[in-house]
């Protein structure tokens, strides 16, 4: 530990001051996947895949070997630098807000068509499609469906299995993209305020074929299936059959920012497939990323590079058969503030009664250590705690949540509950 940077973050958080190391940067590819247990994904046929493993596994370097290089690597893991500490407010149960941290700012409106979306790339050669400020707001008006909008009631699982293979090395999702925010720099935080989630008046579950491969359990269900239902948007729920209903809960399953250079390799220079999540964000499929959710997105890339799709109506937590309650939105409202020089590895989520901390990893198992030793770290950096004090109150009073298992990597969330903590203290518990 060098004497400019000695306090509790061990120097391998860049914890928010501008001297903040941050190292894991350099790194983050080191402990973030394995290859074990990886989805045999038909839209990955493209990359090689021995070329694949080396990235999900360190490129060969031994996980164990980096945990045991140092003692603040095995808390680490993947995830560590975040933190700083402006005043942070829940306006009584709804959405969170900020002092000092105005989202005011001109909206901009975004439609699909075909020069502002692609079929399941994030595509950084792109020029953006928009440039904002901080503050700004994005209405993305009449999101598409999934494969460029051909997912329409009617159309049978089959004709969708056709549009997956005849495209390989692409996810399913409707990508629309890139919006450039000024001055966002390798570094610094975007804050993403989901305003407005505003759904179609339809959706549909699927499971494809299971020769295809994805999915939790594609063996079993050889034939693939689809449902489409209608969405009753007034009482915000779905009769998915008869007796059976299911309360609707819109987000949007894909947000992110441009990648960091060399975590996945890319489909071709600048492109990478859609379907992983990383620490750019992407497709983490967060269920609780509904109206009035904020997710804090570490920025890799000059002008951030935000990238959106994937529109849910509602999705359990696991995500079993690779869909949500697919759907486009009506429109998709989201207020960007940046935040400068903060130094996260990773994303972290936040609504007005819970923080969540994610981990993944291509084995569900690492993927939960993961979230539980980013949990810790937010806890003893954050809330004023020892780590075994964070250690002891995630067992008795967090929930670990699987997010998804079908995105290649395996998703794990601890949601963590601000009233534990008492109402005068809550506020400095923050993110950014």
Not at 127 to 144: A, C, E, F, H, Q
Not at 235 to 258: C, I, W
């Amino acid at each position: 530990m060098n004497g400019e940077h000695a306090h509790h973050c061990g120097a391998f958080f860049g914890c928010g001051e501008e001297r903040g190391t941050s190292i894991v940067r350099q790194d983050l590819a080191e402990w973030s996947y394995t290859a074990r247990a990886a989805d045999r994904l038909t839209h990955m046929d493209e990359i090689d895949r021995g070329t694949f493993d080396g990235y999900v596994t360190a490129r060969g370097r031994s996980r164990r070997a980096l945990l045991k290089s140092s003692p603040f690597m095995g808390m680490l893991a993947a995830i560590g630098p975040w933190f700083v500490r402006p005043a942070f407010v829940s306006d009584g149960g709804g959405p969170p807000a900020r002092r000092g941290a105005q989202a005011d700012g001109r909206v901009h409106v975004v439609e699909c068509n075909d020069e502002t979306t692609k079929l399941g790339v994030f595509d950084t050669t792109l020029p953006p499609i928009l440039k904002i400020d901080s503050g700004d707001v994005v209405s993305y008006r009449n999101t598409w469906s999934h494969f460029l909008n051909q997912l329409q009631p009617g159309v049978p699982v089959e004709k969708l299995a056709e549009i997956r293979l005849a495209n390989p090395g692409h996810g399913p999702h409707s990508i629309v993209g890139p919006i450039w925010v000024n001055d966002a720099e390798p570094g610094d935080v975007l804050e993403i305020r989901y305003q407005r989630c505003e759904p179609h008046g339809w959706a549909a579950v699927f499971n494809n074929p299971g020769a295809l491969g994805t999915g939790l359990l594609p063996g079993d269900f050889a034939q693939g299936h689809i449902k489409y239902v209608d969405l009753d948007l007034t009482n915000m729920r779905t009769e998915f059959l008869p007796n059976v209903h299911v309360p609707l809960k819109p987000f949007q399953g894909t947000l992110g920012v441009a990648p960091p250079d060399g975590y996945f390799p890319p489909l071709r220079p600048g492109v990478t497939n859609s379907v992983p999540p990383g620490p750019h964000g992407g497709n983490t499929d967060l269920n609780e990323m509904s109206e009035g959710s904020v997710m804090y997105i570490p920025v890799w890339k000059p002008g951030a590079l935000i990238f959106t799709g994937d529109s849910h109506a509602v999705q359990g937590d696991g995500e079993i058969n690779i869909s949500a309650l697919e759907t486009g939105m009506k429109e998709m409202r989201i207020a960007v503030v940046l935040h400068k020089k903060k130094n996260f590895a990773w994303p972290i989520a936040e609504t007005s009664t819970h923080w969540m901390i994610l981990g993944v990893d291509a084995d569900l198992n690492e993927a939960m250590t993961l979230a539980a030793r980013n949990a810790i770290a937010f806890l003893s950096t954050r809330a004023n705690m020892t780590q075994a004090d964070a250690y002891a109150l995630l067992s008795i009073a967090a929930d670990f949540r699987v997010t998804q298992v079908v995105n290649i990597v395996r998703g794990i969330h601890a949601m963590i509950p601000k009233s534990l903590f008492a109402a005068d203290f809550r506020p400095q518990v923050t993110v950014v």
